[in-house]
Nanobody
């Protein structure tokens, strides 16, 4: 299973970006998918996650500004980011767990996409 993250870029403060995380491979099911971010010289922190049932959780810092959603038919999860702030600058990674077609579990990370918010 591979996760392809995309959608990062340079945006001014107050702007918006939409990240995508597309899974490919012999997937039976994709369960919880999460977005993390890692700023320079900081730890990787959870930003948002969505379960297979659609339940969502957000970090306090992004509540009300970011929205995570998923398209199960496309095995894709999105992170809509609005009212971006310079402190949102980081490399964003997606992570997914689920089952291969032969029902073995997997947990994989995407390659990361850089979001830079200028003030």
């Amino acid at each position: 299973v591979q996760l392809q993250a995309s959608g990062g870029g340079l945006v001014q403060a107050g702007g918006s970006l939409k990240l995508s995380c597309a899974a490919s491979g012999v997937i039976f099911s994709m369960n919880t998918v999460a977005w993390y971010r890692q700023a320079p010289e900081k730890e990787r922190d959870l930003v948002a996650r969505v379960t297979s049932g659609g339940q969502t959780n957000y970090a306090e810092a992004v509540k009300g500004r970011f929205t995570i959603s998923r398209d199960n038919a496309l095995n894709t999860v999105y992170l809509q980011m609005t009212n971006l702030k310079p402190e949102d600058t980081a490399v964003y990674y997606c992570n997914a767990d689920g089952l291969f077609r032969w029902r073995a579990p997997f947990n994989v990370w995407g390659q990361g996409t850089l979001v830079t918010v200028s003030s």
